[in-house]
């Protein structure tokens, strides 16, 4: 558990170093704070997991501490933004970021009409 536990909080201490002192306000920034904190989530959910299956049905109770931890924990996934929106912006990002792809020596932009990229394969041989 205390490795799980460092692991996340390797991550989200990158996360923050990599958006530096002044972060930019861009979607690049937002995704790299967001997927840390994904993991973060993640890794907290599964340790608190756990946790509950060591301690068993007393971890419940009120004055457990584990009873605090399993409903933070749990409240973390509907802060924004959830788990499966942050992979969703990651990817969104992640294709933005790769707007040129190269293929046979000479790049086409993703963002080319497909009429204009079927005419400019047509133009060079498939490869066999």
Not at 57 to 76: N, W
Request: with cysteine.
């Amino acid at each position: 558990m205390s490795a799980r536990l460092r692991v996340a909080k390797w991550a989200l201490l990158a996360a923050v170093a990599e958006a530096g002192e002044d972060p930019a306000a861009d979607e690049r920034t937002l995704t790299t704070l967001m997927v840390a904190k994904r993991h973060a989530v993640c890794e907290a959910n599964a340790i608190v997991d756990l946790a509950l299956e060591v301690v068993g049905g007393s971890a419940f109770f009120r004055r457990s501490p584990l009873d605090r931890a399993y409903r933070d924990v749990r409240a973390g996934r509907f802060h924004p933004i959830n788990p499966e929106a942050t992979l969703a912006l990651a990817g969104a990002t992640a294709l933005a970021e790769a707007r040129l792809t190269t293929w046979e020596g000479v790049r086409y932009r993703t963002a080319r009409p497909r009429s204009s990229l079927r005419s400019a394969l047509r133009r060079s041989p498939l490869p066999a």
